[in-house]
């Protein structure tokens, strides 16, 4: 606190201070996916400014056996997301005797995330799973529950520097006389790796470790490796 | 439900009394779990509008961007409603989307498109669909475009300066022939035979409207239109993609087509070079 005689302006002046509902603790997570498989990936660094709370917060979420969520922005919001989204889960199977499928879940926390139009989740959600054929799909959201699914995405505090790296690499856009082959499980969990050691190198809130889950009809494998943890 | 409403049922007399003793406050993480519910969560004694304009404010430090910005435009004439968009979707500076679907299929004889904030777009027209269902099933006959369009500016105009933003044109076919209308989420609703809307909607109304013709034919619309949508792209910086071509018949819509604006930019070059 300033001392008001050893500031120079004028003392008492009455100050205002906001209280912010929201916190930015950064971190970033990204989901790929296959032809029969989806590898979602996260790193597990939480931070606020300039410090770091725990280098042990994986921000990816299993929902069900073939669903993954990732979550990242503000830490309280993921909380309460996934507790809420835990809920209506286990309602669903309550109600119907099934458990719901990915472009459902997708479609809930759509509305879910609507429903906080006039106060949002400060959330970027990733919903990564098989579909009902078995195959890959990957849902993106923005923080008011605005979806589509795509191949591929990054999203969080590094996501500006991966995505387009994703875009050149699976999307192979910008890229010339280029022969699609669809990818292999072991390639994507390769790149997955070097695209989390890239952005470690460049964004601060990014590092410590990254937990990669590779989701197949058979369940899911996970998998942990260290990074910078500077 | 539906029919609850009609009935009067009161749904809230099933739920339990123990969780409903709690003050307000404490219920609606409740509610958003327990029940689809139809209120909005609003912070306490915060205007929404104050609050959310931190969200748009480039120099505030919460930086939540919402995916907005696009070129969308449909226009009528003797075959019906042509309806073209863009398939970009931006937060802020950068492009979260190239492959947005930005035509809103409500049902097989009416098309919404969606400009503005894509989450805005499209929840209210889901909202609108279920709606339109509602009063088919009631009225044993098809929802005409004046009345659903009419339905949709009814529900966002309670919404007016809490920072919806939506600029929607709702196309159909009905008794009264094809219908196009404008609705946006400061309550405008306006009838007539030509619209673009988005921040490329400029470029795409001078193209536009140097070719339109009432007595176009079936392939010169299409060309029209997918032309139109071309330019904005070109100029504006939150338009591009793919240009998403749908056709308004008597019997319903039908997707004509998926063009990347890239193929289509070498395609008009040529053309150019050809004369």
């Not at chain 1, 199977?93 to 879910?112: N, Q, V």
């Not at chain 1, 989390?196 to 964004?203: H, K, L, Q, V, Y």
């Not at chain 2, 950068?94 to 679907?101: A, F, L, M």
């Not at chain 2, 339905?151 to 009264?176: E, Q």
Request: contains cysteine; hydrophobic residues 35%; proline residues 3%.
């Amino acid at each position: 606190m300033m001392d008001p005689m050893l500031n120079e302006e004028s003392s008492y002046a009455p100050k205002q201070t906001y209280f912010s509902p929201y916190a930015m603790n950064g971190g970033t997570c990204l989901a790929i996916a296959g032809e029969d498989f989806v590898v979602v990936g996260s790193d597990t660094r939480l931070s606020q400014g300039f410090s770091i709370f725990t280098r042990d917060l994986p921000k990816t979420y299993k929902l069900t056996t073939s669903t993954v969520l990732g979550a990242c922005g503000f830490h309280g919001d993921v909380l309460t997301l996934t507790k809420v989204l835990n809920a209506r889960l286990k309602m669903f199977e309550h109600e119907h005797h099934k458990k719901m499928t990915t472009s459902e879940i997708a479609a809930m926390l759509s509305t879910m995330l609507y429903h906080r139009r006039f106060f949002p989740y400060y959330v970027y959600n990733l919903i990564a799973g098989l579909d009902e054929e078995g195959k890959g799909v990957v849902y993106s959201f923005d923080p008011v529950g605005s979806y589509g699914s795509d191949g591929y995405r990054a999203r969080g505090s590094a996501a500006a520097m991966l995505q387009p790296l994703l875009d050149n690499q699976i999307g192979l856009k910008n890229q010339q006389n280029v022969q699609r082959v669809s990818l292999s499980k072991e390639k994507v969990v390769n790149l997955v790796k070097d695209v989390f050691i890239s952005a470690a190198e460049r964004d601060i809130y990014t590092g410590d470790a990254v937990v990669v889950h590779v989701i197949t009809k058979d369940g899911t494998t996970t998998e942990r490796f260290p990074l910078r943890r500077d | 439900m539906a029919l609850a409403d009609v009935c009067g049922l009161k749904t809230n007399q099933l739920k339990n009394s123990f969780l409903s003793d709690f003050g307000g406050s404490s219920t609606h993480l409740l509610d958003d779990a327990l029940t689809s519910t139809t209120n909005f969560t609003v912070p306490y004694g915060i205007d929404p509008v104050e609050s959310l304009k931190e969200f748009t404010n480039p120099k505030s430090d919460v930086k939540i961007h919402f995916d907005h910005g696009t070129t969308t435009l449909a226009f009528k004439f003797q075959h019906g409603v042509i309806v073209a968009v863009d398939s970009r979707a931006t937060a802020g500076p950068s492009i979260e989307s190239q492959t947005v679907k930005k035509v809103i299929e409500i049902n097989p004889y009416l098309l919404g498109t969606m400009a503005g904030g894509a989450a805005d777009c499209a929840y209210w027209e889901r909202v609108l669909a279920r709606q339109c269902r509602i009063y088919e099933l009631r009225n044993k006959e098809r929802i005409s475009v004046a009345a659903a369009s009419k339905l949709l500016a009814n529900i966002v105009y309670n919404y007016k300066g809490m920072g919806l933003s939506m600029g929607t044109m709702i196309c159909g076919w009905d008794k009264r022939g094809p219908g196009l209308y404008y609705v946006d989420s400061d309550g405008e609703r306006m009838s007539n035979n030509i619209y673009s809307v988005g921040s490329g909607s400029v470029y795409a109304y001078g193209v536009l409207d140097s070719g339109y013709r009432y007595d176009l034919s079936v392939e010169e619309a299409i060309d029209l239109g997918r032309r139109s949508i071309y330019h904005a792209t070109h100029r504006d910086a939150y338009s591009g993609g793919v240009v998403n071509l749908y056709h308004m018949k008597e019997s319903g819509w039908e997707f004509i087509s998926q063009t990347d604006v890239f193929d289509l930019h070498y395609q008009y070059k040529a053309e150019k070079e050809k004369k």
